[in-house]
């Protein structure tokens, strides 16, 4: 009874996850959110399987303190939840750099990154989205973060093509 209850639940797991996911296979567009500072970021998607594709984005950062600019790459992979909905999971990495406006000192960063978050596709073509990225900074010294850490969560808006 064991095996077949679990044979069973095998099975359901596999149906649930193996259905076919429709991400397109590009995107472009902005991701609007705050890490310290109202700023955006420039955005690609580009899809590298039915349910995998790489995202790099170019942002900017402006606070009372600090400007910053960085590039990162990210990995993600895509799941399908119902309808034009979709949530997704990535890792990645990039580089920056920064200015301290009050203190007039500047340098660069490298950053390593996790992506989580939810997204809908619409008939037309256009893709919302919703995530949180937790970011890990090294190379900048406390003029730029004092605990060099810095929780991304954005809005994303992107035609896809």
Known sequence: MKKLIFTAVALFGFAMFSNAQEISKNALGLRLGDNDGFG???SYQRALS???RLELDLGWRNSNNVDAFKLIGLYQWVW???GGFNWYAGVGGGVGSWNNKRAD???SYAVLA?????EYNFDIPL?????FRPEFYFGGNDDFRSNNFGPDIALG???QF
Do not use: A, H, K, P
């Open 50 to 52: 039915s349910n995998n």
């Open 127 to 131: 893709l919302l989205s919703l995530d």
């Open 80 to 82: 399908n939840i119902d």
């Open 157 to 159: 808006i992107r035609f």
């Open 40 to 42: 955006g970021e420039i």
């Open 105 to 107: 000192v500047n340098g």
């Open 114 to 118: 996790g992506d989580i978050g939810i």
